[in-house]
């Protein structure tokens, strides 16, 4: 494809003049998400960014974003801050109706003998993966041992869109720790279990459903309160996968899979494969 041709979403470059790198990641992010799997050009947060395709601009300066800053805890952004707690910040505010659906989590109550809700979340909240110790894990090993619990989790059946969480960050004798174990790649496609229906005494029905992987929000550094974050962005052309990652100051560049990718991954953001998509 030649420049012209290329989508939005690959255009835009977002300035970070202070500590910012982590809202303009999640923004890149969600903009390729939206950009390939819904019609997202009524929400003002999208429109805002597809418009600054070409220039580079402060994201903080938008309306829709800027707004969504005012109720963050750090609305100037004068320190690094989690990702995916921003997430869970402004997800709700920006893209709540982008993103129906909810995660379900049930739990067997063996007096009544039935099932019944123990979780129960919004997709517009990250959806926390485990990350063991374990190697040569990939990310749908993850989400296999999510499904596998002896709580049930799955997904609504109007889930279109989600975004994972992994467990990369953990305290040890109250200092943050960052699990570096690289994910195995085997592609693009996740199958993600998504609730069919009730069956007999309640007894959830479930069925895998297919979701590609669209963006990656990736973390380099020790903390998630330090370090930098970037985003890899996903592109099926003629049945290869192309991998575009950005950084601040200027707009996606095609490479090979960064090896980053799989060591640094730590929220991904995948669409839900409908039945006229291959």
Same mark, same amino acid.
């Given at each position: 494809?030649?420049?012209?041709?290329?989508? !939005?979403?690959?255009?835009?470059?977002?300035?970070?003049?202070?500590?910012?790198? &982590?809202?303009?990641?999640?923004?890149?992010?969600?903009? #390729?998400?939206?950009?390939?799997?819904?019609?997202?050009?009524?929400?003002?947060? &999208?429109?805002?960014?597809?418009?600054?395709?070409?220039?580079?601009?402060?994201?903080?300066? +938008?309306?829709?974003?800027?707004?969504?800053?005012?109720?963050?805890?750090?609305?100037?952004?004068?320190?690094?801050?989690?990702?995916?707690?921003?997430?869970? #910040?402004?997800?709700?505010?920006?893209?709540?109706?982008? !993103?129906?659906?909810?995660?379900?989590?049930?739990?067997?109550?063996?007096?009544? #003998?039935?099932?019944?809700?123990?979780?129960?979340?919004?997709?517009?909240?990250?959806?926390?993966?485990?990350?063991?110790?374990?190697?040569?894990?990939?990310?749908?090993? !993850? !989400?296999?041992?999510?499904?596998?619990?002896?709580?049930?989790?799955?997904?609504?059946?109007?889930?279109?869109?989600?975004?994972?969480?992994?467990? =990369?960050?953990?305290?040890?004798?109250?200092?943050?720790?960052? #699990?570096?174990?690289?994910? =195995?790649?085997?592609?693009?496609?996740?199958?993600?279990?998504? +609730?069919?229906?009730?069956?007999?005494?309640?007894?959830?029905? +479930?069925?895998?459903?297919?979701?590609?992987?669209?963006?990656?929000?990736?973390?380099?550094?020790?903390?998630?309160?330090?370090?930098?974050?970037?985003?890899?962005?996903?592109?099926?052309?003629?049945?290869?996968?192309?991998?575009?990652?950005?950084?601040?100051?200027?707009?996606?560049?095609?490479?090979?899979?960064?090896?980053?990718?799989?060591?640094?991954? &730590?929220?991904?953001?995948?669409?839900?494969?409908?039945?006229?998509?291959?």
């Amino acid at each position: 494809l030649s420049p012209a041709d290329l989508p !939005l979403s690959l255009k835009v470059s977002l300035r970070n003049p202070s500590v910012q790198c &982590y809202v303009n990641a999640l923004a890149l992010s969600m903009l #390729h998400l939206l950009s390939v799997a819904v019609d997202a050009t009524r929400f003002p947060a &999208y429109e805002a960014l597809r418009r600054s395709a070409g220039n580079v601009v402060n994201i903080v300066a +938008l309306e829709a974003w800027a707004h969504c800053m005012t109720s963050w805890k750090d609305p100037e952004c004068s320190q690094q801050q989690d990702v995916g707690e921003f997430a869970q #910040h402004a997800l709700p505010l920006l893209f709540h109706q982008c !993103l129906p659906g909810r995660w379900v989590q049930l739990s067997w109550d063996a007096p009544l #003998h039935a099932w019944r809700e123990a979780v129960t979340s919004s997709l517009t909240s990250p959806i926390p993966l485990t990350f063991p110790d374990e190697a040569n894990l990939s990310l749908q090993d !993850l !989400l296999e041992l999510w499904k596998a619990q002896a709580t049930r989790n799955f997904l609504s059946h109007d889930s279109n869109l989600l975004v994972l969480q992994l467990g =990369r960050f953990c305290f040890d004798q109250g200092r943050e720790r960052k #699990h570096r174990q690289a994910l =195995r790649w085997v592609g693009r496609r996740l199958l993600v279990p998504i +609730l069919d229906q009730h069956g007999q005494d309640g007894d959830p029905s +479930l069925q895998l459903e297919r979701f590609d992987i669209q963006a990656l929000v990736l973390h380099h550094g020790p903390r998630t309160t330090s370090g930098h974050y970037t985003t890899c962005l996903l592109r099926e052309v003629s049945g290869v996968t192309q991998f575009w990652t950005t950084d601040d100051e200027r707009p996606a560049q095609r490479g090979s899979m960064p090896s980053s990718m799989l060591t640094d991954s &730590y929220l991904v953001l995948c669409s839900r494969v409908r039945a006229t998509n291959p």
